[in-house]
């Protein structure tokens, strides 16, 4: 399903955009195009294991707030949090303060620091080598596109086999729309390109 935009472009939408213009703006320029290197797939995992039970647009517009307390997401850095840090961001009003999500990200810094201390674009080849092996049909409505699929489970089962924490697969495959890993914008709305659908070549 898609919806006129409300922004005076008229351009149609998926119907999950709304009228938010900030959702409208993460959905025409960030949401389905491909997001690779590894700090930025390491901001994105973060964030979407904080959005898990919550909606994207609480963390949405809390990233700029999620950015300066985790220091940009620079892996290092996170990877350097202390434990009074750690209670200064349980503190931290700006973002979620749930503590098993926050020493989540710690440790996940400090895996993905490690796994890519000699390889880097480790982190980026393990999340795009999740892409189908071939093309699905563009959904029509929303009611088409999956929770989870067989690669956003294996995508789980790689990250969880390397000790990371809030990847699970329907985790994943939120991440997997939002990286343009797979294009999951619906028949009719303007970002809905052919050429667009991301298969494995």
Known sequence: MTV????????PRCGWAGSDPEYQRYH????????????????????EGFQSGLSWITILKRRPAFREAFHGFDI??????????????MNNTGIIRNRAKILATRANARITRDLIANAPGALDDIVWGARPL????????????PATTAESTALSTTLRALGYRFVGPTT????????GVVDDHVVGCWRAQPASRAVRA
């Open 4 to 11: 006129a935009a409300g922004d005076g472009t008229g351009l």
């Open 28 to 47: 025409d320029e960030e949401w389905g195009f491909p997001l690779h290197g590894d700090a930025a797939l390491f901001e994105k995992i973060s964030l």
């Open 76 to 89: 290092e850095r996170v990877a350097r949090l202390t434990d009074d840090e750690v209670e200064e961001l």
């Open 134 to 145: 071939l093309p699905r049909p563009r959904p029509q409505t929303a009611a088409e596109i």
């Open 172 to 179: 994943m495959y939120a991440l997997m729309q939002s990286a």
